[in-house]
């Protein structure tokens, strides 16, 4: 079984700074790409940040240049680092990860989402 588990969420003014954390257990031989996406209520989850094994990176526009995504892959761990966040970067934030299981089954996963809630 692998499980992703997300830290990092709060409460900041704007303008302020978070830094999500998401790592992965459980059976794993390999994870391809892992991300973030965000969520607010009555909206699509969408992406926000994506990082694939290679290091290629991808953002949503309206993160790009206050937002940097990284990973370590000894840990397992990918990371958001948000900048000059707004009152609309309020959102749920989740991880996701392709993971390959050491039993050769490729799956998507989920984490369980952390509040970042921004005032203004």
């Known amino acids: 079984q692998v499980q992703l588990v997300e830290s990092g969420g709060g409460l900041v003014q704007a303008g302020g700074s978070l830094r999500l954390s998401c790592a992965a257990s459980g059976s794993i031989l390999s994870i391809t790409a892992m991300g973030w996406y965000r969520q607010t209520p009555g909206k699509q989850r969408e992406l926000v940040a994506v990082?694939?094994?290679?290091?290629?990176?991808n953002y949503a526009d309206s993160v790009k240049a206050r937002f940097s995504i990284s990973r370590d892959n000894s840990k397992k761990t990918v990371y958001l680092q948000m900048n000059s966040l707004k009152p609309e970067d309020t959102a749920v934030y989740y991880c996701n990860a392709d993971v390959t299981s050491r039993s050769l089954v490729t799956r998507n996963y989920w984490g369980q989402g952390t509040q970042v809630t921004v005032s203004s």
């Open positions: 990082i694939n094994s290679g290091g290629v990176i």
